[in-house]
């Protein structure tokens, strides 16, 4: 096996995971399938998932496929085709794409952690732990938690997100920094037999845009974001309900603002969005950051967790094509970091849509690139 060549006289790649989210949990499964000892650092007392839905495509439910969990996975989404709308209701898509260039699938963040994790193994999840700081040496590295344990490895993934605590260390100048202006309001909510239309996104007035769409269980998920927006000041439902009005033209919105009227306040989750700048590297010799860690973009593109998911199959590709650990880092970086200058720019450009039928052709061109181009560029030979 690739890990016994890593490491002569040992048994097993012995890998840490700082991060217990849907990255981290994806990468715990794959190394698990390399035959590694892996351990996952999660500092919640519970699995569980930050926001509400997630939409996933076809490159990263290909991974779980690959995982052996894709089956388990796609029973519990929604799938859903992508439609443009402007605030009167007028719906668009932009000609001349395949049909498999809308199609993605919605997802309970809840239920699809609990799915990882489970294949994962639980006896490998460390809960309310925490990475306080790691020393790297020629032959390992040292994992101290914040509560004074320390772990040997011979690898340490970052799967800990835009406050990355692996990147703070590495890249110390590197930190989670504001998409000024840039705010989101969202929520899940039992549908309760009303009739809702799956819209996946909706471009209105002053920059904003918003949607919601059935997900599983009988429920809908909204949302709502605004670029260039002033510094929210009331409630959550308040501001929410403010820039749905904008998404409103001839009371089309209606479904939209009575659902977030209906929505407790508790339930809403609102977030400055936060984003990774560019770095000028992602591992060392022991050490790899993935996912939001890595690349954490504003999430309008909605492919986040699609792509964080992507660099788990592309860091145990490089990981299988040969026996040096450092050696199969750089490749990971040297296939990864200009991916993701293609999808820096893709972002920039769907992020000064002008109007849902500039937004539509936009987005298809990404969404094209990923599963076409993108998705061979992804999965090209590391031998």
């Not at 660099?311 to 970091?337: C, H």
Request: glycine share 10%.
């Amino acid at each position: 096996m690739a890990n016994n060549l890593m490491n002569p006289g040992s048994t097993k790649l012995r890998v840490v995971i700082a991060g217990g989210g849907l990255v981290g949990m994806t990468a715990g499964i794959a190394f698990r399938h390399l035959g590694a000892d892996v351990c996952v650092l999660e500092q919640a007392s519970e699995i569980r998932a930050a926001g509400a839905s997630i939409n996933l495509w076809k490159n990263a439910l290909d991974v779980f496929d690959d995982l052996g969990v894709g089956e388990q996975i796609r029973s519990t989404g929604t799938s859903l085709e992508a439609w443009f709308y402007d605030a009167s209701g007028q719906r668009f898509r932009a000609a001349g794409f395949d049909p498999d260039d809308y199609a993605f699938t919605l997802f309970s963040r809840p239920i699809l952690n609990t799915i990882l994790a489970d294949a994962a193994g639980r006896e490998n999840i460390l809960l309310n732990s925490r990475l306080a700081s790691f020393e790297e040496g020629d032959n390992k590295v040292t994992v101290t938690l914040t509560d004074g344990k320390r772990l040997d490895a011979d690898l340490l993934i970052g799967a800990d997100g835009v406050y990355s605590t692996v990147r703070q260390q590495m890249l110390p100048g590197h930190p989670a920094m504001e998409h000024k202006g840039h705010h989101v309001w969202r929520a899940v909510l039992p549908l309760n037999d009303q009739q809702i239309d799956n819209t996946i996104l909706t471009v209105g007035a002053d920059r904003t845009r918003g949607g919601l769409a059935k997900t599983s269980g009988d429920q809908v998920f909204w949302m709502i974001n605004q670029f260039d927006s002033a510094e929210p000041k009331g409630t959550k439902k308040e501001e929410a309900l403010r820039r749905a009005q904008n998404l409103n033209d001839g009371n089309w919105g209606e479904s939209l603002i009575r659902l977030i009227g209906s929505t407790p306040e508790d339930k809403i989750l609102f977030n400055q969005i936060m984003y990774v700048p560019e770095l000028p590297f992602w591992v060392s010799k022991r050490v790899a950051l993935i996912g939001d860690a890595a690349h954490g973009l504003s999430p309008h593109i909605a492919a986040g967790g699609a792509l964080g998911i992507e660099d788990v199959m592309v860091l145990t590709n490089a990981i299988k094509a040969g026996p040096d650990l450092p050696a199969a880092l750089k490749r990971y970086q040297t296939q990864r970091m200009p991916y993701f200058e293609t999808v820096r720019n893709f972002s920039k450009d769907v992020e000064q849509s002008k109007d849902s039928k500039d937004f539509a052709r936009r987005y298809a061109a990404f969404t094209h690139w990923m599963l076409n181009d993108g998705y061979s560029a992804a999965r090209l030979s590391q031998l």
